[in-house]
């Protein structure tokens, strides 16, 4: 609840295409709009009739189980009526191009459309021309803002506040739009953001955004207060990048004996799918300091926020 | 819906239709008239449409307690997620998590508004409360009826009945809600 007198904030936008563009003020609206649909999950009833008679189309065109299932149900559970087209299914792959799938996708009058797609920028240049409210849903290496929404989330929820914390993000974060996104909440938040990894997946250059990088990931285990395990994205990488996975292990991974050295109240969080034994050993990613399955259970109650704020606009 | 946020500098232009003392009079008016047709205080819920239902809520709470009753439960209920405007609306506001006592089976729950003005609130609580549960009863109580109803609701307990004109306004401050001293005012929309 606001302080008294306080003017409250309102929410504007149609579109989520990223966390960069959003303010600190915007990001705490989205957090606490998603208590309240937490809370939607502990009732009889899960349903709730916000977007009955809207119609979201989930178009993803790089493969993806968990976060359309999730967007799925957040989209149920909302009362909206829901289309799933994936790249296999889609006529992208006969040659029709994004422009023309938008006119075909706006023509069914889509209220909402869950983009995933592997080139940065796609849900902006559907933002840019169809009237439909756009989520973003991953984009290339750019963006992926509902999982750093949900990641969020958690901490807060387990924390408390973020600002003050000292949170690393372990792994690839080149290639992540997961790092990025999450990089661009932390901060905004206050946190104090630290990433690891080899210097060919974290180079220096992302100094720039105002984080601390670093190469030993024995530096940060004792003050880290949260640790965000990326996956090692095999489909993405390229041999010229990756050490091998003995290597990653012996220098990156987050073993049972770096385990010991974590704070005891130090969060393990992985966006999954998780590969064990490599970014993190198997006890830990299901010991008592890992809230990956709470990641998932707070990604519905995220989700579901970002489609009633977005979707309930009038656009 | 609800009575938009006016300047305060606005308000400050006409005397109050309510001051502090009126409205702990319709207060006390309503907690008596909820302890006669209550005689089981122990399965009343008080549940407070946010923000200002939620204080008038529990004021009715502590006044009931203090004439000697059983302390009444109370909670709240955001009705954000079953309006029926959705898409229509340029900007939304905050939605709380609705905290009811569970569960809500045999127990009477007391829906508490502020203004009562179209019914269209009130068929939303009444559609959020039932997805915790089905009561016993559902019943109505409002600092302020306005009149206008759109819908075929009434209230059970009504502190107030101030006729209004549609372009009116009902501007309420509560203490501890606002942080300003409790008063009504009925003011003129600006017709620009």
């Known amino acids: ?315 | 819906m609800k009575p938009n946020a006016l300047s305060s500098s606005q308000s400050s232009l006409t005397a109050p239709v309510m001051d502090a003392a009126a409205i702990d009079r319709a207060l006390r008016r309503i907690a008596h008239e909820i302890i006669e047709r209550n005689p089981e205080l122990g399965s009343v819920i008080l549940a407070g449409i946010p923000s200002r239902g939620v204080a008038v809520a529990r004021r009715l709470a502590d006044i009931i307690e203090s004439l000697g009753k059983t302390r009444v439960a109370t909670g709240a209920i955001d009705v954000s997620m079953h309006r029926d405007d959705v898409g229509t609306r340029a900007e939304l506001p905050r939605v709380q998590a609705s905290t009811l006592p569970l569960p809500l089976e045999g127990k009477t729950v007391i829906i508490v508004d502020d203004v009562f003005f179209t019914g269209r609130t009130v068929r939303a609580a009444m559609d959020a409360i039932s997805s915790f549960g089905r009561p016993a009863r559902i019943q109505l109580a409002a600092l302020i009826d306005r009149g206008h109803r759109e819908l075929p609701i009434r209230g059970d307990y009504v502190g107030k009945n101030l006729p209004t004109a549609p372009d009116e306004k009902v501007r309420l401050r509560l203490q501890d809600v606002d942080a300003e001293p409790d008063a009504v005012w009925l003011i003129k929309e600006k017709t620009a």
């Not at chain 1, 994004?98 to 909402?112: F, P």
């Not at chain 1, 601390?212 to 395990?229: G, P, Q, S």
């Open chain 1, 1 to 315: 609840m606001t302080e008294p007198g306080k003017a409250e904030m309102r929410w504007q936008r149609k579109d989520l295409l990223g966390i960069r563009e959003l303010s600190a003020e915007e990001i705490v609206f989205l957090l606490d709009t998603a208590d309240a649909f937490k809370e939607v999950g502990t009732r009889e009833i899960k349903k709730v009739p916000a977007l009955r008679g809207k119609t979201l189309v989930n178009f993803f065109v790089e493969p993806s189980t968990r976060t359309r299932t999730s967007f799925e149900l957040a989209a149920i559970r909302l009362s909206a009526d829901v289309i799933n087209i994936s790249a296999s299914s889609s006529s992208l792959i006969k040659g029709e191009t994004l422009k023309d799938t938008a006119k075909i996708l706006e023509a069914y009058h889509a209220d909402l459309i869950v983009l995933r797609h592997s080139s940065s920028g796609a849900p902006q240049f559907l933002a840019e021309r169809l009237a439909s409210s756009i989520i973003n849903a991953g984009d290339g290496a750019h963006e992926h803002p509902t999982q750093a929404l949900l990641d969020l989330y958690t901490i807060r929820s387990r924390k408390g506040a973020i600002a003050g914390l000292h949170a690393v993000i372990i792994g690839d974060i080149l290639f992540s739009r997961v790092a990025r996104s999450n990089i661009f909440g932390l901060l905004k938040l206050g946190a104090r953001v630290t990433l690891v990894g080899p210097s060919t997946l974290v180079p220096r250059e992302f100094e720039k955004l105002g984080v601390t990088v670093t190469h030993k990931i024995d530096d940060v285990l004792e003050t880290a207060d949260v640790v965000n395990l990326l996956r090692i994205q095999h489909e993405r990488q390229r041999k010229e990048y990756f050490p091998g996975i003995g290597e990653y292990v012996r220098l990156f991974g987050l073993t049972k004996e770096r385990g010991k050295r974590l704070k005891p109240d130090c969060l393990i969080m992985h966006p999954g799918p998780i590969n064990r034994g490599v970014e993190i050993d198997s006890d830990l990613a299901d010991g008592a300091q890992s809230v990956i399955l709470e990641q998932v259970t707070n990604g519905l109650a995220v989700r579901m926020a970002v489609l009633y704020l977005c979707g309930g606009i009038a656009t």
